[in-house]
């Protein structure tokens, strides 16, 4: 079983940056392919960004955004640490949502929710004016 625990959401200004974090339990990090998704009130659960399955540490590879998250936010992965980051730079209040860390053993169609095995609890980013 993988468990998964996002932190680092929070309130700021838009133009601002958050940091998140999702840390993953167990000893088979780097076989998971992480994701990022969030959900705004009203809304469906969309697809934020992914990075795939991969084997070093700290590693950076082949990752996929959304047109909404591209050129502003940035997925990495640090094996060590068994954690995944999203970091959200130029934010705006079109981000506000709850943010959602999911995991997969898996390859194939990262944008859909439903192709993720795992998910954390979420954590709130709200964007203010």
């Known amino acids: 079983q993988v468990q998964l625990v996002e932190s680092g959401g929070g309130l700021v200004q838009a133009g601002g940056s958050l940091r998140l974090s999702c840390a993953a339990s167990?000893?088979?990090?780097?076989?998971?392919?992480m994701g990022w998704f969030r959900q705004a009130p009203g809304k469906e659960r969309e697809f934020v960004g992914a990075i795939r399955r991969s084997f070093g540490s700290p590693y950076i590879g082949t990752t996929y955004y959304a047109a909404s998250a591209k050129d502003r936010f940035t997925i990495s992965r640090d094996n060590t640490k068994n954690t995944v980051y999203l970091q959200m730079n130029s934010l705006k209040p079109e981000d506000t949502a709850v943010y959602y860390c999911a995991a997969t053993y898996n390859t194939g169609d990262y944008y859909s929710k439903n192709f993720w095995d795992y998910w954390g609890q979420g954590t709130q980013v709200t964007v203010s004016s």
């Open positions: 167990g000893r088979t990090f780097s076989t998971l392919s």
